[in-house]
């Protein structure tokens, strides 16, 4: 691995990432359970509460946990700032988004004031609190590496999603869905998907790729101008929504397009790898390319039929790419942490960064993951198999839960014995 321009002494405690990876999969099993209860007719329309439930346990439950926990890992790491009171601040907002987020998912079955107004609170809390404090480290920065460059870009498109999803959730709370409603809610989504989740794994693809398999660099252009570029057509695409409708697609084109760009080059990048040991995370990188391929093209071209296939664009960009991009780098990254966190406490007899998960419940978690995204997209046309690969996709989501906790449990056990050498000193 290639640890080369990052501050390795500014990691924060392992206790602050992990909880929030380790609340992901749990999520994204809450979500299954919907999908398996749930009426299959209901979930093909968009509209419907119950799909905007499952998705917003998917897309704030795994994509946000995930994006946060890397968020407070990496940029500590890879600019040399501390986030302030990091312990504490994750540990309340972490409960403040569960909180949050149970709040909605209730609000949106049950349809009570209350439940919305205690989502509005926490959910609003949690990640305008984390938010402003890792904004505020950023400060500090001395060294903007295109990672972090990508970092700011992605949380200011995060800050103004969750703006517009608390101004949702009140129009829910007042039963007064405004003219405005569904524009706010399509900005809202593309922008938390494109760009807070979109551009800030294009940046940690940057470092991560380099890093981990020791493939070669990205080239300038793509390091820094590529968020740049699909900002701009995130802003291009909200002002012609706004002021002039017919020709919004123009927008579409040049963010989808540059997403495919990115998903190309990742795949050529993973082929020249010198590390040409393949494992289960590259398969998650190349499924991840090959549905955001899927996925751009799709989402230009229901544009001709009415927005008719705009859950398929949503499987492929969510499940297809989000949700495998950050499942193999769960893999890569908390293995690294559990070895990292122990090593520098002194422990030298520890498993190596391979051998602290199951690689065979590693590939059956990918091929029912696999098989259950697939099926998601079969059951679009047949929705009466939907229940069965809901199913798989929970069994699938409950080994990736299984295989983090054991890093996890992994590591507390080798804390309580005595480490190899006495690090106090280093400190």
Not at 61 to 88: D, E, R, T, Y
Request: aromatic residues 18%.
């Amino acid at each position: 691995m290639d640890f080369n321009g990052l501050s390795i002494d500014q990691a924060p405690p392992i206790s602050a990432p992990l909880r929030f990876f380790l609340t992901a999969p749990l999520f994204a099993m809450v979500a299954g359970f919907l999908v398996l209860f749930t009426d299959p007719e209901i979930l093909l329309s968009r509209f419907s509460l119950e799909s905007i439930a499952i998705t917003h346990a998917i897309t704030i439950g795994f994509f946000g946990f995930v994006m946060l926990g890397a968020l407070m890992q990496m940029l500590p790491v890879l600019a040399g700032v501390k986030i302030a009171n990091i312990k504490s601040v994750s540990k309340y907002t972490h409960l403040s988004l569960i909180f949050g987020l149970i709040s909605l998912l209730l609000g949106f079955y049950q349809g009570e004031e209350i439940f919305y107004l205690m989502a509005m609170l926490g959910l609003g809390l949690g990640f305008l609190t984390l938010i402003s404090f890792i904004a505020l480290s950023m400060q500090e920065v001395k060294n903007f590496t295109p990672t972090v460059k990508n970092m700011a870009i992605s949380l200011a498109f995060a800050f103004c999603s969750v703006l517009f999803g608390l101004l949702l959730l009140g129009e829910y709370i007042s039963d007064d869905l405004s003219s405005m409603h569904m524009f706010l809610a399509n900005v809202h989504s593309v922008w938390a998907i494109f760009g807070f989740a979109g551009i800030l794994l294009i940046g940690v693809a940057f470092q991560i790729l380099p890093m981990f398999y020791v493939a070669p660099n990205f080239k300038e252009f793509c390091l820094s101008k590529v968020a740049k570029i699909i900002a701009g057509g995130l802003l291009l695409w909200f002002l012609l929504n706004l002021f002039l409708p017919s020709y919004a697609f123009v927008a579409k084109i040049w963010i989808a397009l540059f997403f495919w760009a990115f998903a190309t080059t990742a795949w050529l990048k993973l082929n020249k790898r010198k590390r040409k040991v393949s494992d289960i995370t590259i398969w998650y990188w190349r499924v991840a390319a090959i549905s955001l391929t899927l996925g751009s093209f799709f989402w230009i071209f229901d544009e001709y039929f009415n927005s008719e296939y705009t859950v398929l664009v949503a499987l492929f960009f969510g499940l297809g790419f989000l949700l495998s991009i950050m499942m193999g780098m769960l893999y890569k990254i908390i293995p690294f942490l559990v070895w990292f966190h122990l090593n520098g406490a002194g422990y030298m007899s520890i498993p190596t960064m391979n051998e602290m998960i199951d690689k065979r419940l590693s590939k059956l978690q990918f091929f029912l993951f696999l098989f259950s995204s697939l099926g998601f997209v079969v059951s679009f046309f047949f929705s009466e198999y939907l229940w069965f690969f809901a199913l798989t996709f929970i069994i699938s989501m409950a080994i990736l839960e299984y295989n983090i906790a054991t890093c996890a449990l992994l590591y507390a056990k080798i804390k309580k014995t005595k480490p190899d050498f006495d690090m106090s000193a280093f400190k």
